[in-house]
């Protein structure tokens, strides 16, 4: 299989990512959305993005220019015909997703392979969507996908294996680290990150903490590039919520409900950054939160890291992903100065197991304890 042209369906925070990755890496790219309104906004985000390049002097004038000039633009999915891979980035809701899975299967050429960025969906049930199941995976990058070097290839119990392992070479071809895994709500990284996110909303919803301490905990504390509100904000709430209910519906758990605070914020239509406000208003550039309370910031920064690592190794005991690839998603994907176990392996296992068990005694939370070992 090769790749030389490449769709992409959706052109919002992650479509405009995903079509500047390709189109830097030299490939010729279309761009798909909905209708000219839309595909107006994804030009316009590519756009910006190269420009922010330009000004920070981390590409030419020229550069962009050329990238510029891989991309083509339109309305209609029929632009798709004859692309080697379609990359859908559109938003995660499963029955919109089906839909233009199907059309996509309509338009692209029979030799072309279909890819779902979504974040939690079953891919298996997407790739049902079509007559082409075994060239249908998931390719879920991170973002802003220009910049985080992180890419999980999600293949199905029906997906081709050489589909697999070609979509994971392209990956690599791309300069991500890859991360091959199956067909589970959140994969490996939102799995994670998800989680910790709705926690800390659901600490906020408690009042145990406001949005500031929060993320000035963990900006201060574990030196994470931005705060857990400031990150829903970046990926969208309304993406979150729906992660979360996908979650949510695999579990069963109660930690994995989503958090009201999330759920009030969409009603409201405040979805974050793209909307122009969520847990914070950006009208105005934002500054990183901070505060003087530094009991509180210690306890909610203690709570979201032990209920952070003890899922991690959830994760890597019940063999869903090795804990390189653990490690890699979370620095790669997400930006975090250290990967999980790198963090078990200072702090020690044991007292990460211990304060599992006083985070599950302290709330009441059961799924908060150890795993038996
Ligand atoms: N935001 C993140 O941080 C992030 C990270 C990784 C993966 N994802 C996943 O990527 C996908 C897109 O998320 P996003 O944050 O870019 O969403 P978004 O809301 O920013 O963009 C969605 C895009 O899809 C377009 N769209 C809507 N309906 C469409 C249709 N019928 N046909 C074609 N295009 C349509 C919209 O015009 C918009 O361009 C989701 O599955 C999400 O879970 C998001």
Request: with cysteine; glycine share 10%.
């Amino acid at each position: 299989m090769s790749y030389s042209k490449i769709g992409v369906v959706g052109l919002g925070i992650m479509g405009a990512g995903i079509v500047e990755v390709f189109a830097r890496s030299g490939y010729e790219v279309i761009g798909v959305a909905e209708s000219e309104a839309a595909v107006e906004i994804g030009r316009g985000n590519l756009a910006k993005s190269l420009s922010r390049a330009v000004s920070k002097g981390k590409l030419s004038q020229n550069e962009s220019d050329v990238i510029t000039g891989r991309v083509t633009f339109g309305p209609e999915f029929k632009l798709l015909s004859d692309c080697d891979l379609v990359v859908e980035a559109a938003p995660e809701i499963l029955s919109l997703k089906t839909s233009i899975f199907s059309q996509l299967d309509q338009v692209v050429k029979p030799s072309g392979i279909l890819a779902t960025n979504t974040s939690s969906l079953s891919v298996t049930q997407i790739a049902q969507a079509t007559n082409r199941s075994g060239q249908v995976v998931g390719l879920h990058f991170f973002n802003p996908a220009p910049v985080q070097k992180f890419v999980e290839v999600i293949g199905t119990k029906i997906s081709d294996p050489d589909v697999v392992a070609s979509v994971t070479a392209l990956g690599a071809a791309l300069g991500k680290r890859t991360a091959q895994v199956t067909d589970k709500p959140g994969f490996i990284v939102n799995k994670l990150l998800l989680r910790y996110l709705n926690h800390a909303v659901q600490i906020l919803d408690a009042g145990s903490a406001s949005k500031e301490q929060l993320d000035a905990a963990m900006r201060e504390l574990s030196n994470y590039p931005m705060g857990p509100c400031e990150l829903l904000d970046l990926v969208g709430i309304d993406t979150c919520v729906e992660i979360m209910k996908t979650i949510h519906a695999d579990t069963g758990l109660d930690i994995d409900i989503p958090a009201q605070g999330m759920l009030e914020l969409v009603a409201d239509g405040k979805m974050g950054r793209k909307t122009g406000s969520g847990f914070y208003d950006y009208s105005q550039s934002h500054e990183a939160p901070t505060d003087s309370d530094e009991l509180i910031k210690a306890q909610v920064h203690l709570d979201l890291v032990t209920a952070y690592l003890g899922d991690c190794i959830a994760m890597q005991a019940t063999g869903y992903a090795s804990r390189e690839d653990i490690d890699a998603g979370m620095k790669l994907g997400c930006g975090l100065p250290e990967g999980p176990f790198e963090v078990i392996e200072r702090v020690g296992l044991s007292q990460v197991r211990k304060n599992q068990a006083d985070l599950a005694n302290r709330t009441g939370i059961s799924s908060y304890q150890p795993l038996s070992l």
